[in-house]
């Protein structure tokens, strides 16, 4: 449980120390008065990345060097965010490793940003796979960043005007090793969510969800699909085929929800796929903390109701909203309501 939020130079805040010793906390306020800001913060201290962001340095107030975030629960996390560089601390020991740091504080996050899950590009898709996989396991991360380098080398290598044919074929090789890895562990992940999406997506009323994963290549033959391509990628000067390509599909009712769900459908399916997220991260690890970044004001009563039989079962749930009035009244009575508009630093 996170008991300690302590912030500086942060977006908007200077300064912002909060106490949230309690299993659901509350931040209300108005628009643009940083309640977004405190959950991105903790995201931050979780996940080492931003969800509003690539640019890490964005999160750093105006002419301000640095951003430091700490948050404290069993442990102390701290992540100090500096125009060229991220470092990150538990318990005030310098971590040197991401993977060394991922998984010990787990958090979900359901946004309105995630509605890039459904109608966003495929990056927004692999980013989703990738950040919570490697949270979730360490080879994972380890195999990923040996095929970036792999992959950066043989893109390099396609640029000459004249390509050695049999370090194509190295590089190819050690590329597929590690590709066939993360396939493997991406089709367990997706089978993962879609068992608990069955359940979950019919509690919020809304059936037949299905992830499915759609490779750039044959994976029961990477290499010889890769192989297939050298030509290809010679004439181009890049690699055609792998992780960095793939893309999954989200279907409902055996549609692609991209093209024919609509705002409500598409806004209940992130939900439900950070739902079953959830699920998947407790049964691995321990429970994760909820964030709910303005979520109930755009439910109607009956998915409010199933929304919040989920975060009554969570160990803890920090929820952003503009009126209390649009929080269940079982909720608000064990809530620790924090109004965001009277805090100093803002």
């Not at 996940?47 to 060097?65: L, V």
């Not at 990150?88 to 787990?106: A, H, M, P, Q, V």
């Not at 109608?119 to 080879?139: H, Q, V």
């Not at 490779?215 to 990477?222: E, F, L, Q, R, S």
Request: glycine letters at 2%; aromatic letters at 8%.
């Amino acid at each position: 449980m996170i008991t300690n939020i302590n912030l500086k130079n942060f977006r908007n805040f200077d300064e912002l120390n909060l106490k949230t010793n309690n299993s659901l906390v509350i931040f209300s306020g108005k628009n643009a008065t940083g309640k977004t800001s405190i959950l991105e913060a903790i995201y931050l201290a979780s996940t080492t990345k931003s969800h509003r962001t690539t640019e890490i340095d964005n999160t750093i107030k105006f002419n301000k060097d640095f951003a430091i975030v700490k948050i404290k629960d069993i442990k102390n996390y701290k992540v100090v965010v500096s125009k060229d560089k991220k470092t990150l601390f538990i318990n005030d020991k310098e971590i040197k490793k991401t993977g060394d740091y991922l998984g010990k504080l787990n958090v979900v996050m359901i946004s309105p940003s995630d509605i890039s899950l459904v109608t966003g590009a495929k990056l927004d898709k692999r980013r989703f796979l990738d950040l919570y996989i490697s949270t979730i396991n360490k080879k994972y991360l380890n195999e990923s960043s040996k095929y970036k380098k792999l992959l950066s080398e043989r893109n390099q290598l396609l640029k000459n005007d004249n390509v050695d044919n049999m370090m194509l074929d190295i590089l190819t090789q050690s590329l597929c090793e590690s590709l066939q890895y993360i396939y493997e562990e991406r089709i367990k992940f997706l089978n993962n969510l879609n068992e608990y999406l069955k359940d979950i997506s019919k509690n919020l009323g809304i059936s037949n969800i299905s992830l499915v994963y759609e490779p750039t290549y044959n994976p029961n033959d990477i290499y010889n699909s890769f192989k297939n391509k050298y030509q290809s990628d010679i004439f181009n000067k890049v690699t055609s085929l792998g992780s960095h390509r793939d893309d999954f599909l989200i279907k409902i009712n055996d549609l692609d929800s991209k093209e024919f769900a609509s705002e409500g459908q598409a806004r209940l399916i992130y939900i439900s796929i950070k739902l079953a997220l959830k699920k998947i991260i407790t049964s691995l690890n321990e429970e994760p903390i909820l964030l709910l970044d303005d979520i109930y004001q755009a439910l109607d009563n009956k998915k409010i109701e199933a929304l919040t039989k989920y975060v009554m079962e969570s160990k803890q749930v920090l929820i952003t909203t503009t009126s209390i009035l649009e929080i269940p009244d079982n909720l608000l009575s064990n809530a620790l309501v924090i109004r965001i508009d009277n805090l100093k630093g803002v």
